[in-house]
């Protein structure tokens, strides 16, 4: 039996329509969504190079290596407060506790 092995590396932001990726809100946001980015999405046009230039810079995230091409992306509170995302402690005690 063959077997292989299916490698996505796409979160999906060249998807974006070009307003949305020049948008550091819309962007940000799907980070804070998926947790992680590839170079290549990172890359891929011009205005998503240039929005998550801006991104890197603003404090928003802790970007951390995961191996090529991946980049893993924590939110911090500046970034919570600017994309309006709840804190997982938030979110965990409502699901949980009907919050």
């Known amino acids: 039996m063959d077997t292989f092995h ?3 590396t796409s979160i999906d932001l060249d998807e974006l329509p070009l307003r949305g990726q020049k ?3 819309s962007v940000g946001r799907m980070l804070a969504d998926h947790g992680r980015f590839s170079v290549f999405d990172a890359t891929s046009t011009e205005a998503l190079a240039r ?3 801006r991104i ?11 191996g090529y091409p991946w980049i893993k992306v924590t939110i911090t509170d500046k970034g919570r407060k600017a994309l309006r995302v709840r804190s997982r402690s ?5 699901s949980c506790c009907g919050g």
């Open 90 to 94: 938030a979110e965990t005690s409502e």
């Open 51 to 53: 929005t998550m230039g």
């Open 6 to 8: 299916i490698c996505v």
């Open 56 to 66: 890197w810079l603003s404090g928003w995230f802790v970007f951390e290596p995961q």
């Open 23 to 25: 948008s550091s809100w």
